[in-house]
């Protein structure tokens, strides 16, 4: 596991997004400290199993260390003259409302879901449905807290939207201790933890959309199965994929 000493000249203030990480970005590659838990593993863990997935977009996660703290860290998504702009963001810029608000207009989780799509073709020409699909389905599967419309977004160049990868995954399967302490078992955390995106329950919000998302579960569950770490994080993604198994089994 390779460590890093990272100067605070490094380090970055982050002005979008509901994270509490600290972060550095350096040499084009980010870094993130564990502050609340184990944000690394869940990073690390989640993008293995995505790997493993018909996702093509996605950011991978290593674990490290960051002048002595346990971290994980990734590849900038973006290339030269590109930037992230989040939903919320882009939705504040053009409409001067907030995205979660309007969002929550709507009565119903699949009311809620054609508006994003709607209207986020309508100003950048993407059709999301896939994109926000694979998100809904991955956070019900990692049990994500998190998923608020700040990490989600699309990448634009200064002329054409392009869809964002799937990043951000650090709060799910129980990584964060101030909603889930260390001593809970894997069935107390799934009973603690909800969903924020277009509905309160992450199997309310996966019934509004159309499932894409299938996994190879023979190459998965072995690295799983012999990572050699102990880890309430690995226990419940293993218990969320036998729970699921019939939805997102590719075989």
Not at 30 to 43: I, M
Not at 190 to 217: H, M, P, R, W
Request: charged share 25%; aromatic share 12%.
């Amino acid at each position: 596991m390779e460590s890093y000493e990272i100067s605070d000249l490094y380090k970055i203030i982050s002005r979008d997004s509901g994270g509490s990480q600290g972060k550095y970005f350096k040499d084009n590659i980010w870094y993130k400290l564990d502050t609340v838990g184990e944000e690394s593993r869940a990073e690390n863990i989640i993008s293995i199993l995505l790997e493993k997935s018909n996702v093509k977009s996605f950011v991978r996660y290593e674990i490290c260390y960051v002048n002595g703290k346990r971290a994980c860290s990734a590849h900038n998504f973006l290339s030269e003259n590109e930037i992230f702009i989040s939903l919320h963001k882009l939705y504040m810029a053009v409409f001067h409302k907030t995205l979660a608000d309007e969002v929550f207009r709507y009565n119903t989780a699949k009311e809620r879901f054609d508006f994003l799509i709607t209207v986020f073709n309508e100003i950048t020409a993407l059709d999301l449905t896939e994109y926000l699909s694979n998100i809904i389905a991955l956070d019900m599967l990692c049990l994500n807290p998190d998923r608020h419309f700040k990490n989600i977004g699309v990448i634009y160049n200064g002329a054409d939207y392009r869809q964002a990868p799937i990043f951000d995954n650090g709060q799910a399967l129980g990584a964060n201790w101030s909603i889930c302490p260390p001593d809970l078992s894997v069935s107390e955390c799934i009973e603690k933890i909800s969903s924020c995106t277009i509905a309160g329950s992450f199997e309310v919000q996966f019934s509004a959309i159309k499932n894409v998302l299938s996994i190879d579960y023979d190459s998965l569950m072995k690295p799983l199965l012999n990572c050699g770490t102990k880890s309430r994080v690995t226990d419940m993604l293993i218990y969320q994929l036998e729970r699921y198994r019939s939805i997102f089994c590719n075989s």
